[in-house]
């Protein structure tokens, strides 16, 4: 079924989207791939949008202190996609951020058999409840640990990236490319906010701390993953690991040309257990540069 699955989203990208050129033309909206982007769509419109800048105070809860927000919106976000997911893939299951949350056994079915669709439903969310426009939905599908195709929606912006494993990466039907930072430039990295580190992360952080590099706390990780995907921020350094934040991401940017690697240099596991912080960048001399910066700090 998953095969099947995968060669109808590889078919619906079409030929000119697997070469991710800039020259090529947007993939067919008619097909599975965009039936899954229609979903992420329309969880968005009825059950997102309609809070954006409307949340009561009973809607907004705090899950693990005061930084770590959940709202109405991100609950019944999740429980549409599950619905609309998994009834497109008979056979798959959901690990999203609220139903972990609820149950962290859920997690587990990232190392099992089944297709896995990988769901943070609101992205941003302390941006989401501030009535800013930075937040987003992500959508991964996985299988078995690879990463298959993934959704970024930023739906008060109306942008929609797709990525297709070994297909490249398209921005509302256009293909991108992360590309390389001029020759001698000053690397833009978003980091973790060093108030949310323990020690050891908090001294490795430090380590961008330097020339040549220019680092910030990053906002949604989704809309950073899309900033580096199409170039318009060189580095990315993560000191969690939960895969419903990164798993769209780290496709959207392989296949538009970047890539990424933990502090060990070893490849990023979706279940869990890496060597952190971790870095995506737009090329691996950047991911090398700001990998040795956070070796320096650690």
Known sequence: MIDDFLAALVRDAGPAHRTASPQASAPETDGLLARVGAAVRAAAAAEIMPRFRQLADSDIVQKNGPHDLVTTADRLAEEHLTAALTKLLPGSVVVGEEAVHADPSVYEALTGDAPVWIVDPVDGTRQFVRGETGFCTLVALAHRGELLASWTYAAALDV?????RGCGATVDGAPIRSGSPAPGAV???????????????KRALLGLRTEGIDARPCGSAGLEYLAVARGHLDALAFNWEYAWDHAAGLLLVAEAGGTHATLSGAPFRLAGGNDLPFVIGRDTATVETVLTALRTGA
């Open 160 to 164: 929609m990236a797709v990525a297709v």
């Open 187 to 201: 690397l833009r990295v978003a980091m973790s906010h060093p108030d949310y580190t323990d020690e050891a992360q």
